[in-house]
C-alpha cells in the first residue's frame, strides 16, 4: 500500500507540473491577446439567455404561489432546499473535472436541465412540483456554475479576470432584465381566466430561452486543452486548498446565511403593496421593481470588475457585502413601520442591485487569484458548496422567521448574518507576504 500511495503520490506531482507549466504559458499567451475573446463572449451570450428564461419564470412565481394557494412560507423552503441541492452537488462537480481534464459537456448539459425544469411549473396544482421543478432546474446549475468559471478563469489573463467576470455577470444580468420585463408584459397580454392561466404559460414560454442558452454554450464556447489526473482524491483535493482560500471561504459563508433568496424580495414587495394596488398590480409592480433590481445589476457589474482589477478584491467584496446589510434592514423597517410607499422599494431594489453585481463579479474572480491551478475546479465547487450551504440556511431562515415571527424579524436577521460574514471578509483579507495570485 505504501509503494501504491508513493506511485499516485509521484502521478499527482507530475500532472501539477503539467499543469503549472501549461497555464504559466497560457497566461503569456493571453497577455498579448484581447481579452474579449471568443469564450468571454460565448460565456456572455450564453448566461444571457439562460437568465432571461429563469427570471420570467422568478419575477412572476410569488405571484402565481397565491394563485394556487400556497404560503409565503413553503418559497423560503422550496428555495433553500433546491439550493442544498445544487450545492451539494457543486464540490463532486468541481473536483469531477479536474479529474477528467474536460469540462465543456458538463456544463452543457446543465444549461439544458437549468433551461427545461422551470417549465414543470405550468401544471403545478401545489407546491410538490414546484419544488420537483427547483430542484431539478438547481441541480443542474450546480454541476455547471463551478465549471464554467474555471473555464472563464482559464480563458483570460490574471489581470483582466475583473473585467471579464464583471461583462459576464453584466450579460447574465441583461438576461435578468429581459426576462422579468418579458414577463410582466405577457401578464398584461395573456386571457386572465382562470387567475393561473396567464403564469402558466410564462412558464412554458421560458423554455425557448433555456434551451437556446444550452445551444448557445455548445457551439461557441471552446474548451481549452487541460492534462487529465485521473490520480487526483476529492479529499486530497480540498485538503491542498490553501490557508487564504480557507478564511476567504468563511466570510463567503458567513454573508451567505444572510444572504436571502431575492424571490423573497419579490414578494416582500408583493405584500407591502397589496393593500393600496391590489393583488396582480402590486405582482406587476414587484415584477418590475425586481427588473429594476437587475438593470442596476447589469450596470454595475463590469465597472466593478474593472475596478477590481485596479485594487484590493476581498476590500471591494467587503464594501458590497455592506451595501447587502443596508438592503435587508431597510426592508426590515418598512415592514415594521408598516410603509408601503414605492418610493423607499426603488431605493432596496437598487441597493440590491448594486451588492449582488459586487458579490457575483468579485466571488467569481477572487478564487482564481488564490489557488492552483490544478485545483481550481475543486475550489469553485466547494465555493458553491459553501454558498448553497448558505443560500439554504438563509432563506429557510428567513422563510420561517416571516412565518413564525414577523417579515420585519426575518430580514433584521438577516442583515445582522450579512454584517457579520461583511466584518470577516474585511478582517480575513490575504496578508501582503502571501502575494496577490496563486502560486
Not at 491577446?33 to 437568465?51: A, E, I, K
Not at 421543478?133 to 450546480?142: K, M, N, P, Q
Not at 440590491?352 to 475546479?377: F, M, S, W
Not at 438563509?394 to 412565518?403: K, P, R
Amino acid at each position: 500500500m505504501s509503494n501504491q500511495l508513493k506511485r499516485t503520490a509521484v502521478r499527482t506531482a507530475r500532472v501539477s507540473d503539467e499543469l503549472l507549466s501549461a497555464e504559466t504559458r497560457r497566461d503569456e499567451s493571453l497577455k498579448s491577446q484581447p481579452w474579449l475573446n471568443r469564450n468571454v463572449g460565448g460565456m456572455t451570450v450564453t448566461s444571457f439567455l439562460s437568465d432571461t428564461g429563469h427570471e420570467m419564470v422568478t419575477a412572476v412565481l410569488p405571484g402565481f404561489l397565491g394563485t394556487i394557494g400556497v404560503a409565503a412560507g413553503a418559497l423560503g423552503w422550496i428555495e433553500g432546499i433546491s439550493d442544498a441541492a445544487s450545492s451539494s452537488v457543486k464540490l463532486g462537480a468541481g473536483w469531477y473535472s479536474d479529474r477528467i481534464g474536460h469540462r465543456k459537456g458538463i456544463v452543457t448539459f446543465g444549461y439544458f436541465l437549468t433551461g427545461t425544469a422551470l417549465a414543470l411549473f405550468a401544471a403545478a396544482a401545489s407546491w410538490p412540483l414546484l419544488l420537483l421543478g427547483r430542484l431539478v432546474s438547481w441541480f443542474g446549475r450546480g454541476i455547471r456554475s463551478p465549471l464554467r468559471d474555471a473555464m472563464l478563469a482559464d480563458s483570460v489573463s490574471p489581470e483582466a479576470r475583473g473585467r471579464a467576470f464583471g461583462l459576464h455577470r453584466a450579460g447574465d444580468t441583461a438576461g435578468a432584465v429581459l426576462g422579468p420585463l418579458a414577463a410582466v408584459g405577457l401578464l398584461a397580454m395573456l386571457p386572465s381566466e382562470p387567475p393561473s392561466a396567464p403564469f402558466r404559460a410564462i412558464f412554458l414560454l421560458s423554455l425557448v430561452p433555456g434551451i437556446a442558452s444550452a445551444g448557445a454554450f455548445a457551439v461557441l464556447v471552446r474548451e481549452i486543452p487541460r492534462p487529465a489526473n485521473h490520480a487526483l482524491r476529492l479529499w486530497l483535493a480540498v485538503k491542498e486548498l490553501p490557508n487564504r482560500y480557507t478564511r476567504f471561504l468563511r466570510g463567503v459563508g458567513l454573508f451567505g446565511m444572510g444572504d436571502f433568496s431575492h424571490t423573497l424580495l419579490i414578494l416582500a414587495a408583493s405584500q407591502l403593496l397589496t393593500p393600496v394596488h391590489g393583488a396582480v398590480r402590486a405582482a406587476q409592480m414587484a415584477a418590475l421593481l425586481y427588473a429594476l433590481r437587475n438593470v442596476l445589476y447589469a450596470g454595475a457589474s463590469f465597472p466593478i470588475g474593472v475596478l477590481a482589477d485596479k485594487v484590493e478584491k476581498q476590500k471591494l467584496l467587503a464594501l458590497g457585502y455592506v451595501l447587502g446589510v443596508v438592503a435587508s434592514l431597510g426592508t426590515a423597517l418598512l415592514f415594521a413601520i408598516h410603509l408601503t410607499s414605492l418610493a423607499p422599494l426603488i431605493a432596496i431594489f437598487s441597493i440590491a442591485g448594486i451588492y449582488i453585481a459586487a458579490e457575483d463579479a468579485l466571488e467569481g474572480a477572487i478564487p482564481a487569484d488564490l489557488v492552483n491551478v490544478e485545483t481550481r475546479g475543486t475550489a469553485y465547487g466547494l465555493l458553491g458548496a459553501v454558498n448553497g450551504g448558505g443560500d439554504l440556511v438563509a432563506s429557510a431562515l428567513v422563510g420561517t422567521a416571516w412565518a413564525v415571527l414577523s417579515p420585519a424579524a426575518a430580514f433584521c436577521l438577516s442583515g445582522l448574518l450579512m454584517l457579520a460574514g461583511a466584518w470577516l471578509t474585511f478582517r480575513n483579507r490575504p496578508n501582503p507576504s502571501e502575494g496577490g495570485h496563486a502560486e
